[in-house]
């Protein structure tokens, strides 16, 4: 038996349910998995499959009905607010579709945003924003707003901003949606070069062709897990 | 404290991407603090004037004085205060340090062929004093004119430059009521003002001519004959005015009191009035103080309607931000980051609005004197029709007035913000995420 610590986050008997106009809601359903350190993983489903339900329990902006979430030995499902906003500050990166930047910020700043809710934004951690812009290919414009920025640059913005705390796992949710075939694969080779670099990914997706990319598909249904499948 | 100085960087910059809307709340609490200053200014300028014009007058000082009743009420029969009540209040009224008793006549004053009508004023040495006449040349009037009743006179400027045109008027003798009195000294000019009259209009003291007033008894007597055409009247009057000076401030309304019975005794007509300016001071405070209350309620109005401002601002804002309140929950910010940011938001606004406040508070007194000039400039006549007290107001900065508009202000932006910013930690970070 391996250590907790050998894991990113193990999920175990996960259940979400949701009342809806006076009827309540299954969205997830019994759903278990590990995620080991320096896996890349990509959870696909058809719509109401559960799979933005799983995305929001896995970057602990919610709570499940019953089940555990460990992240690392803590489990996130006791958690309270607070410490759940602390958790999401300090322990996992997100990456969105739609970027997500804040528009009042330049680059850098907007590297320090999770820093700044971490209460740990010291001039090393600075430092460490501008290294991982230069990483993502933006060096020359930290003091650029997103709105100067084109789609994939302002995504690598955001991959700079979900490594700044230097996360147990990065969450990713359709990534690349919005993005063309080229830059599509330019962010693709950056996620990969990440995870070859030990960075544990998870990709929520519905494109076949990102999910090809990682090791692993997960596979969901009706809230239940459909298949979980190494390549 | 690091965290707070990024807040407020971070909250300026928000602010900054709106500057028009930041600008117009930024204008309400302006105009709220602004006018909390002026009004304040303007209370405590018309409240300070008053208080001099009545502080001038002594505050330990009582005013006796004749009022000349109706012609068919008098007959032929003499008014007003007599040496007999003089006597009677100095002999019985222990808390009496002094009292002066003066008797004003028109008169015709001549020298030589130059001749003029002025005020003839008996008074006794500290009449130049309480009247806060300056000595010029010569003396004023002394105890020995008084005692002698001698034919002396005192000249206020103007009456000596009527007379004497060519300059030195002392040692010189002029005519009144067939009589000849030495000049013995010249005062300075004063400008006019509210005086020791008693009443509370103007008194001239630039055509008048002093003489000791038992001269004045003795040479011209009670009783003026006033001609006018087709008529002739009698007018009987010993004197004019008593004004009191009260050993203690503290005894002065309780003096009155008793002034105006010792005097009423005697008195059958209504032919005399007290003017007390301590009481009158007194009720100029309190009507400063309801004033200022007043005044400072509609500036307080005025920041509430800034302060609703602010809030509907930043209700605006909170709706309009969602998705980025969704953002920084989802990169780790807790529901007290959120309500922190807000509300610097608005305290900022707030603060901002307040120090420009001060700023248009503290330029009052420039403005208003402008805003005067120009009012003289288009409207010179409607600015004639002003009361004085009105046209020539000056507001006085109340320096406590700058504190407390400034706290109100940035209570102002507190207490608005409170509630949007409550509202925005509430969201749910997934529904805010999800908002566009």
């Given at each position: 038996?391996?250590?907790?610590?050998?894991?990113?986050?193990?999920?175990?008997?996960?259940?979400?349910?949701?009342?809806?106009?006076?009827?309540?809601?299954?969205?997830?359903?019994?759903?278990?998995?590990d995620?080991p350190?320096?896996?890349?993983?990509?959870?696909?489903?058809?719509?109401?499959?559960?799979?933005?339900?799983?995305?929001?329990?896995?970057?602990?902006l919610?709570?499940?009905?019953?089940?555990?979430?460990?992240?690392?030995?803590?489990?996130?499902?006791?958690?309270?607010?607070?410490e759940?906003?602390?958790?999401?500050?300090t322990?996992?990166?997100?990456?969105?579709?739609?970027?997500?930047?804040?528009?009042?910020?330049?680059?850098?700043?907007?590297?320090e945003?999770?820093?700044?809710?971490?209460?740990?934004?010291?001039?090393?951690a600075?430092?460490?924003?501008?290294?991982?812009?230069?990483?993502?290919?933006?060096?020359?414009?930290?003091?650029?707003?997103?709105s100067?920025?084109?789609g994939?640059?302002?995504?690598?913005?955001?991959?700079?901003?979900?490594?700044?705390?230097?996360?147990?796992?990065i969450?990713?949710?359709?990534?690349t949606?919005?993005?063309?075939?080229?830059?599509?694969?330019?962010?693709?080779?950056?996620?990969a070069?990440?995870?070859?670099?030990?960075r544990?990914?998870?990709?929520?997706?519905?494109?076949?062709?990102?999910?090809?990319?990682?090791?692993?598909?997960?596979?969901?249904?009706?809230?239940?897990?459909?298949?979980?499948?190494?390549? | 404290?690091?965290?707070?100085?990024r807040?407020i960087?971070?909250?300026?910059?928000?602010?900054?991407?709106?500057?028009?809307?930041?600008?117009?709340?930024?204008?309400?609490?302006?105009?709220?603090?602004a006018?909390?200053?002026w009004?304040?200014?303007?209370?405590?300028?018309?409240?300070q004037?008053?208080?001099?014009?009545?502080?001038?007058?002594?505050?330990?000082?009582?005013?006796?004085?004749?009022?000349?009743?109706?012609?068919?009420?008098?007959?032929?029969?003499?008014?007003?205060?007599?040496?007999?009540?003089?006597?009677?209040?100095?002999?019985?009224?222990?808390?009496?340090?002094?009292?002066?008793?003066?008797?004003?006549?028109?008169?015709?004053?001549?020298?030589?062929?130059?001749?003029?009508?002025?005020?003839?004023?008996?008074c006794?040495?500290q009449?130049?004093?309480?009247?806060?006449?300056?000595?010029?040349?010569?003396?004023?009037?002394?105890?020995?004119?008084?005692?002698?009743?001698?034919?002396?006179?005192?000249?206020?400027?103007?009456?000596?430059?009527?007379?004497?045109?060519?300059?030195?008027?002392?040692?010189?003798?002029?005519?009144?009521?067939?009589?000849?009195?030495?000049?013995?000294?010249?005062?300075?000019?004063?400008?006019?003002?509210?005086?020791?009259?008693?009443?509370?209009?103007?008194?001239?003291?630039?055509?008048?001519?002093?003489?000791?007033?038992?001269?004045?008894?003795?040479?011209?007597?009670?009783?003026?004959?006033?001609?006018?055409?087709?008529?002739?009247?009698?007018?009987?009057?010993?004197?004019?005015?008593?004004?009191?000076?009260?050993?203690?401030?503290?005894?002065?309304?309780?003096?009155?009191?008793?002034?105006?019975?010792?005097?009423?005794?005697e008195?059958?007509l209504?032919?005399?009035?007290?003017?007390?300016?301590?009481?009158?001071?007194?009720?100029?405070?309190?009507?400063?103080?309801?004033?200022?209350?007043?005044?400072?309620?509609?500036?307080?109005?005025?920041?509430?309607?800034g302060?609703?401002?602010?809030?509907?601002?930043?209700?605006?804002?909170?709706?309009?931000?969602t998705?980025?309140?969704?953002?920084?929950?989802?990169?780790?910010?807790?529901?007290?980051?959120?309500?922190?940011?807000?509300?610097?938001?608005?305290?900022?606004?707030?603060i901002?609005?307040?120090?420009?406040?001060?700023?248009?508070?503290?330029?009052?007194?420039?403005?208003?004197?402008?805003?005067?000039?120009?009012?003289?400039?288009?409207?010179?006549?409607?600015m004639?029709?002003?009361?004085?007290l009105?046209r020539?107001?000056?507001?006085?900065?109340?320096?406590?007035?700058?504190?407390?508009?400034?706290s109100?202000?940035?209570?102002?932006?507190?207490?608005?913000?409170?509630?949007?910013?409550?509202r925005?930690?509430?969201?749910?970070?997934?529904?805010?995420?999800?908002?566009?």
């Amino acid at each position: 038996m391996p250590t907790t610590s050998t894991f990113a986050a193990q999920i175990h008997h996960l259940y979400k349910d949701y009342v809806l106009g006076g009827e309540t809601v299954h969205a997830l359903r019994d759903v278990s998995f590990d995620v080991p350190l320096g896996d890349y993983i990509s959870i696909m489903g058809p719509s109401g499959s559960g799979k933005s339900t799983l995305l929001n329990l896995l970057g602990c902006l919610d709570r499940p009905t019953a089940g555990n979430f460990l992240l690392g030995e803590d489990d996130v499902s006791q958690f309270s607010d607070d410490e759940l906003a602390e958790t999401r500050a300090t322990r996992i990166g997100f990456i969105f579709q739609s970027y997500n930047l804040l528009p009042a910020l330049s680059v850098v700043e907007n590297i320090e945003v999770p820093l700044y809710y971490s209460g740990r934004l010291n001039p090393a951690a600075r430092a460490r924003c501008r290294e991982l812009a230069d990483m993502v290919g933006l060096g020359p414009r930290l003091e650029h707003r997103p709105s100067q920025l084109s789609g994939g640059q302002q995504q690598r913005v955001a991959i700079a901003r979900s490594l700044v705390n230097d996360p147990r796992f990065i969450l990713a949710d359709e990534p690349t949606g919005n993005l063309d075939s080229k830059t599509t694969s330019e962010i693709l080779e950056l996620l990969a070069r990440l995870n070859a670099e030990g960075r544990t990914i998870i990709i929520v997706t519905h494109e076949p062709d990102v999910a090809e990319q990682t090791q692993r598909t997960i596979v969901l249904r009706d809230g239940q897990i459909l298949s979980d499948e190494r390549r | 404290m690091a965290t707070w100085i990024r807040t407020i960087q971070l909250s300026v910059k928000s602010l900054l991407l709106h500057p028009l809307r930041s600008g117009l709340t930024v204008l309400g609490i302006f105009i709220g603090v602004a006018s909390v200053i002026w009004l304040l200014a303007i209370g405590e300028g018309i409240g300070q004037k008053a208080q001099q014009q009545y502080a001038s007058l002594g505050v330990q000082n009582i005013i006796v004085r004749t009022i000349k009743p109706s012609s068919d009420e008098v007959g032929d029969a003499g008014y007003g205060l007599t040496r007999n009540d003089f006597v009677r209040l100095v002999a019985t009224v222990p808390t009496i340090e002094e009292a002066l008793p003066i008797r004003v006549l028109s008169q015709e004053f001549r020298h030589k062929t130059r001749h003029f009508e002025g005020r003839l004023v008996g008074c006794t040495p500290q009449y130049a004093e309480v009247t806060a006449l300056k000595q010029d040349f010569g003396r004023f009037i002394s105890d020995a004119d008084l005692d002698g009743e001698r034919n002396y006179c005192v000249l206020a400027a103007e009456s000596s430059g009527r007379l004497f045109p060519s300059g030195n008027s002392l040692g010189k003798q002029i005519m009144i009521d067939d009589e000849f009195y030495v000049v013995v000294g010249v005062m300075k000019p004063r400008a006019p003002s509210a005086g020791i009259g008693g009443s509370l209009a103007a008194e001239d003291f630039s055509r008048d001519v002093y003489v000791p007033i038992t001269t004045l008894w003795r040479r011209i007597g009670d009783m003026v004959v006033v001609t006018k055409p087709g008529t002739f009247q009698r007018d009987i009057n010993e004197i004019s005015q008593i004004t009191i000076r009260v050993d203690d401030r503290d005894r002065v309304l309780q003096t009155a009191d008793i002034v105006r019975n010792t005097v009423a005794q005697e008195h059958t007509l209504a032919d005399f009035g007290l003017t007390v300016p301590l009481e009158l001071l007194q009720q100029a405070e309190t009507t400063r103080l309801m004033f200022m209350l007043f005044l400072g309620m509609i500036a307080a109005i005025s920041l509430v309607v800034g302060g609703i401002g602010i809030m509907n601002i930043m209700l605006a804002t909170v709706t309009e931000r969602t998705h980025e309140i969704g953002i920084r929950r989802a990169l780790g910010a807790k529901r007290r980051d959120i309500t922190r940011q807000f509300l610097v938001e608005s305290t900022v606004l707030s603060i901002v609005g307040g120090l420009l406040g001060i700023l248009g508070g503290l330029s009052c007194r420039h403005l208003s004197l402008l805003l005067r000039r120009a009012l003289e400039h288009w409207f010179p006549t409607q600015m004639e029709a002003l009361p004085d007290l009105v046209r020539t107001i000056e507001p006085q900065l109340v320096s406590w007035s700058i504190p407390l508009a400034f706290s109100i202000s940035v209570v102002v932006g507190v207490v608005f913000g409170v509630y949007p910013a409550l509202r925005a930690a509430r969201l749910d970070p997934i529904e805010a995420l999800r908002h566009e």
